[in-house]
């Protein structure tokens, strides 16, 4: 069990179009607060994706898309001025490709306060090894928690998001 530094947090999961920063764009935001009040966007992006996005994450995408501008204003709405930590698992690319959204846009600052928060880390912290996490390994720990991961839909920006949360909320103290 850990004792969390603040419950001003937020978890987020994206979807993008390659691994490649240098090429890879935006295509949805998955982002859920302590709470549960949930966030979910689809961006417009037209450009090549990898195959395996292809193959994985493009047949999922069936919300209407928005633009980058219209994506920025609806997480804004959404966080306000409240300037949270974003919880991802594996958060790097996460984290890059929220902050090119963001510049892309032309926003400077985004709504995050400028430390994101890895959960992959805090397990591997906890003496948990991260991959436990993952979906595919067959020696997965959502059994063992208490979580029924099947309810999420796999490489989704929200279920992800929403898994996330659940799972955050089996490791804090003071729920």
Do not use: C
Not at 3 to 24: A, M, Q, R
């Amino acid at each position: 069990m850990i004792k969390p530094f603040s419950k001003n947090i937020i978890f987020l999961d994206t979807e993008f179009s390659s691994l490649d920063p240098y090429k890879g764009e935006i295509l949805s935001i998955g982002l859920v607060k302590l709470n549960g009040e949930e966030l979910y966007i689809e961006v417009e992006y037209d450009g090549k994706v990898d195959e395996w996005v292809e193959k994985n994450i493009i047949p999922s995408l069936k919300e209407p898309k928005v633009s980058r501008k219209e994506a920025v204003q609806k997480v804004k709405e959404f966080i306000g001025n409240t300037e949270p930590y974003m919880v991802g698992y594996v958060n790097q690319f996460d984290a890059i490709y929220w902050y090119k959204l963001y510049k892309s846009a032309g926003i400077k600052d985004d709504p995050f306060y400028w430390i994101p928060i890895d959960f992959a880390s805090i397990l591997f912290a906890l003496g948990i090894n991260p991959e436990k996490y993952n979906w595919e390994n067959k020696d997965n720990f959502y059994k063992e928690i208490g979580v029924d991961h099947s309810k999420y839909k796999k490489h989704h920006a929200l279920d992800d998001a929403k898994l996330l949360r659940e799972v955050y909320l089996k490791f804090i103290e003071d729920k």
